[in-house]
């Protein structure tokens, strides 16, 4: 699908130096050699040691992809959330550390993801218990690189709410699809919060006593000031170079869960246009409503398939097909493969070689 921007070295594709400096040092812990990690991507480490350093999202790719590999079982994105530190983040984490309370840290987090993650989508939520953070992503990836990335953020943001308030957590956990793997052991002992793997979502839950708990550094004119400085990243990266197809896109993967996605119609009152001219304006960038509706549907279809345990027939459902004979013509259209196959591949990586 063409959004209407192919740069994919720009700002909005990029990705902190910081990030890859971390996973060379923790390929080097592991014994490996950190030059099979940066072969061919013609960076050197004191590139990524400047505070302006952004690596594309091809060469971030190809780096976990590597790094999965050479760690195999060993538990990479564990061992990455561990090494990584607040400060880490520049301005997310500043408003992470002045936020006043934990809750807020973690909106705030939610909020401004894609200017260090963005391959992921974060959604926020809360109830009278407390306070959910999943992630979902807004890529095609590999299963060993999206448990890596997944692990990272998710356990790295039990550490850092651990090391904001200065003393262990209490009754949070971390949920994780799929079977728990055999170096969870290793870690277990180590980690703020406990892992609960078999669920149905990749998420963080943070009960309302600790969400309530106040940093160390709590400062409202510093966490204001912190996140001015988000948003004016946030525009530079995001503002000048998203296009209305990735306007609506975004918007498309911000709708709800198990409900039909919008119509053109709807989606052009969304934006101030009238139908025809949102159709014009499309077709102009290389694409179509359509398009970026069947786009969202096969990532949904993806994730439902690979991290829930619903029968292929309720995944059809949740997504809007009538009957599950148009949805696997569909997703095989998307894919190349049926449905139960892309299930059985994802739950076997070994059966894609």
Not at 134 to 151: K, Q
Not at 198 to 220: K, S, T
Not at 327 to 335: D, G, L, V
Request: hydrophobic content about 40%.
């Amino acid at each position: 699908m063409n959004l209407g921007q192919d740069n994919v070295s720009g700002p909005l594709q990029g990705i902190p130096g910081i990030y890859l400096l971390l996973l060379c040092d923790l390929i080097k812990q592991f014994g490996l050699e950190e030059q099979a990690l940066l072969d061919g991507m013609a960076v050197t480490r004191a590139d990524l040691l400047r505070g302006d350093s952004r690596i594309t999202m091809k060469m971030g790719h190809l780096a976990a992809q590597r790094a999965t590999a050479m760690a195999g079982d060993r538990g990479l994105g564990m061992a990455y959330a561990q090494a990584l530190k607040v400060t880490m983040h520049g301005s997310v984490g500043l408003v992470a550390m002045t936020s006043p309370n934990i809750g807020a840290a973690l909106q705030a987090m939610a909020r401004f993801i894609a200017l260090r993650a963005p391959f992921f989508q974060a959604e926020f939520s809360a109830d009278d218990q407390g306070m959910w953070v999943a992630l979902n992503p807004t890529r095609d990836m590999d299963p060993p690189i999206r448990t890596f990335i997944t692990e990272a953020i998710l356990i790295g943001v039990t550490l850092m709410a651990e090391q904001l308030l200065g003393r262990p957590l209490r009754d949070a956990w971390v949920e994780m699809a799929g079977a728990e793997p055999p170096y969870y052991r290793h870690y277990r002992q180590r980690l703020p919060a406990p892992v609960r793997y078999g669920g149905v979502h990749c998420r963080l839950r943070m009960p309302v006593d600790l969400c309530q708990a106040v940093p160390q550094l709590a400062d409202p004119a510093a966490a204001d000031l912190a996140r001015q400085q988000c948003e004016q990243e946030y525009q530079q990266l995001f503002s000048r170079q998203e296009t209305l197809a990735h306007k609506i896109a975004r918007h498309l993967r911000d709708s709800p869960r198990g409900q039909a996605l919008p119509s053109q119609e709807v989606i052009a009152r969304r934006f101030h246009l009238s139908s025809r001219t949102l159709k014009r304006r499309l077709q102009e960038l290389g694409t179509c409503y359509r398009e970026l509706v069947e786009e969202e549907l096969k990532q949904r279809a993806m994730q439902l398939l690979a991290e829930t345990r619903l029968d292929i027939s309720q995944v059809a459902d949740q997504l809007g097909y009538r009957d599950l004979g148009t949805f696997s013509t569909a997703f095989n259209r998307w894919t190349n493969r049926t449905p139960r196959d892309f299930r059985r591949q994802s739950l076997n990586p070994s059966t894609n070689q």
